[in-house]
């Protein structure tokens, strides 16, 4: 059985009703002191539960969010914003129970701006569209959707000046990184790819909904998402077809696609 990769939390924000929570903002000249930040917080009963940072010519800017829990809030505000490390400057931006947040944040992944969305915001595009509009309409407004998302990524490759072979891996280990799936595998022929997906989070979330109506491919966002992507990349239309989903008892989705003749 193949293991399933590590879950990794991003930890802009911690929603966790049993714990305090702080989450701090670290300023410092360097990374490594960071790194002292969170272990000078970790010796005095803050158990660091997350944190991202970012390193430039200025110096390098953390976010974290640590469990105050049993020290208190105050405890934990004061050990934080009296860090004796030179060259290192921290603020509290939230503490509550049970909720903190980093703050409001321009974020970049990739090729430029993202936004993060949850679990119940995924559940709202792939679920409720359906549920609003029907399996056939929503199925449809899914792939379009998809598509559309699929073709200004690949433009942005073929624009870069990626070749085929080069958009291709870019595209799939994006998607993989940015949580789309665990693992993309594509075969390639002449005018044809099979894809094969592992943990794709649209099927994921559908498990549910689809074992309700029996078993049911379920992955036509992702489906034109690669629809769109190598129409725009390597040029013609494509047509993807899903030929396995977990949703009806494989290990994996898989796709089919082809270049249209013409």
Request: proline share 2%.
């Amino acid at each position: 059985m193949r293991p399933r990769p590590q879950r990794f939390r991003i930890p802009l924000s911690w929603l966790d009703p049993g714990r305090e929570l702080l989450a701090i903002k670290v300023s410092a000249d360097s990374a490594g002191k960071v790194g002292m930040v969170w272990d000078y917080l970790e010796k005095r009963g803050l158990a660091l539960l997350g944190a991202a940072l970012n390193v430039g010519r200025e110096g390098a800017v953390a976010f974290g969010v640590v469990d105050a829990t049993g020290l208190g809030l105050e405890a934990a505000r004061e050990a934080a914003l009296g860090i004796p490390i030179e060259g290192v400057s921290v603020e509290v931006i939230d503490a509550g129970r049970g909720f903190a947040s980093t703050g409001g944040h321009e974020l970049e992944v990739g090729s430029g701006r993202a936004v993060m969305a949850s679990e119940r915001t995924l559940l709202g595009l792939f679920r409720g569209i359906r549920e609003l509009m029907g399996d056939d309409a929503g199925a449809a407004f899914l792939y379009y959707a998809g598509a559309m998302s699929g073709r200004e990524w690949g433009r942005l490759l073929r624009d870069m000046g990626y070749d085929a072979g080069a958009a291709l891996r870019v595209n799939f280990r994006s998607l993989e990184s940015q949580g789309y799936a665990t693992r993309v595998e594509v075969l390639e022929g002449k005018d044809r790819f099979r894809i094969e997906v592992y943990d794709l989070v649209e099927c994921d979330l559908l498990s549910s909904y689809a074992a309700r109506k029996g078993g049911m491919r379920t992955s036509h966002w992702f489906r034109g998402a690669v629809a769109g992507f190598l129409s725009a990349a390597l040029g013609g239309e494509w047509e993807v077809e899903e030929v396995e989903c977990v949703n009806e008892g494989s290990d994996k989705c898989a796709f089919e696609a082809r270049r249209r003749p013409g």
